[in-house]
């Protein structure tokens, strides 16, 4: 499980540090491994990762920030659509297309 760490209510880090130094002064190693009842204690608290449903073909996920509650963390989104791409002609395809045009106006100057 993912943990974010609170302070006056706003989110401060995310992910849990390997080694970490407690409220009392003290460093821990293993501090991703604390029991959840002194990780709360701390000031962390469970996140859950809130991804609604998008098409990843048209779509894409924007985070959109934290909502704190006494008992979690909710990850928030936002769903945007995706920029059209547009192509880049190659090289050749620019080519033909001068070609064609310098043929054109050659009919029109005759």
């Known amino acids: 499980m993912n ?7 706003q989110v401060v880090q ?3 540090p390997a080694t970490g130094t407690l409220q009392d ?5 293993g501090y991703n491994f604390l029991p959840e009842s002194v990780l709360i204690a701390e ?3 469970p996140l859950v990762d809130n991804r609604p449903e998008y098409n990843p073909e048209t779509e ?3 985070h959109a920030g934290y909502t704190v509650g006494e008992t979690e963390v909710t990850v928030n989104y936002n769903v945007r ?6 192509p ?7 080519l033909e297309s001068a070609e064609a ?3 054109a106006l050659m009919e029109v100057l005759d």
Request: charge should be negative; aromatic fraction near 8%.
């Open 88 to 94: 880049i002609p190659t090289m050749e395809e620019r």
């Open 43 to 45: 000031g962390w608290l």
């Open 25 to 29: 002064g003290s460093t821990v190693s």
């Open 14 to 16: 995310v992910g849990l």
């Open 60 to 62: 894409y996920l924007e």
């Open 3 to 9: 943990y974010a760490k609170v302070e006056n209510g």
């Open 81 to 86: 659509q995706q920029e059209p791409v547009i």
């Open 101 to 103: 045009a310098i043929l």
